[in-house]
Antibody
């Protein structure tokens, strides 16, 4: 069974940094592009960032461009999201998600989600 | 990254059909970009309901169906049941490997 498990959330001061991890199992991470999505308390879903299966390409929402960085270690089957210059507006549950087709293209959708990790700033 | 607008809430009686709209623009839904739909129960991660506008992943009930016309996509839940109460989100490709979610709709069964 495909599974994603996020970790690394916690309480951080404004201006601080955190690195979130997403451990993948049940599939080969390098075969799939991945994304990060967040949800502020009582609010809707917000797509933040995506990458390519090789990890050589990265894409960001305007709201986090320049502050957040997506990366991965395919040898560890783990996806990361580095959060810098945190502000109160970054308080949210952060989810990693696996694309249905694996490419992050116009046809794609988010097929598998982790349980989320909570970041409080 | 253009926004997708959904009604804040939709309600129906058990057994009825309800439809949730997702209004975009000529840069997403109107450009034949195919929408995905998600269900989210309180305190849980979202779950994929439909992809490419109307396709159901394995295990998703046939009571969930989707369509798109012009700048609007729709999710229809047929024969709604009490356990259909949840938040529902649409999502569109935003170009350059980015995505945008709709504002979300709370479904109530009254």
């Amino acid at each position: 069974e495909e599974e994603l498990v996020e970790s690394g959330g916690g309480l951080e001061q404004p201006g601080g940094s955190l690195r979130l991890s997403c451990a993948a199992s049940g599939f080969t991470l390098s075969d799939y592009a991945m994304s990060w999505v967040r949800q502020a308390p009582g609010k809707g879903l917000e797509w933040l960032s995506g990458d390519s299966g090789s990890g050589t390409r990265a894409y960001y929402a305007d709201s986090v461009k320049g502050r957040f960085t997506i990366s991965r270690d395919n040898s560890k089957n783990t996806l990361y999201l580095q959060l810098n210059s945190l502000g109160a507006e970054d308080t949210a549950t952060y989810y990693c998600a696996k694309y249905f087709y694996g490419s992050g293209s116009y046809r794609d959708a988010f097929a598998v989600w982790g349980q989320g990790t909570v970041v409080t700033v | 990254q253009s926004a997708l607008t959904q009604p804040a809430s939709v309600s129906g009686s058990p057994g009825q059909s309800i439809t949730i709209s997702c209004t975009g623009s000529s840069s997403n839904i109107g450009s034949f970009i195919l929408i995905s739909w998600y269900r989210q129960d309180p305190g849980k991660a979202p779950k994929l309901l439909l992809y490419e506008g109307a396709k159901r992943p394995s295990g998703v009930s046939t009571r969930f169906s989707g369509s798109q016309s012009g700048n609007t996509a729709s999710l229809t839940i047929s024969g709604i049941q009490a356990d259909d109460e949840a938040d529902y989100y649409c999502c569109s490709y935003g170009g350059d490997s980015t995505f945008v979610f709709g504002s979300g709709t709370r479904v109530s069964v009254i």
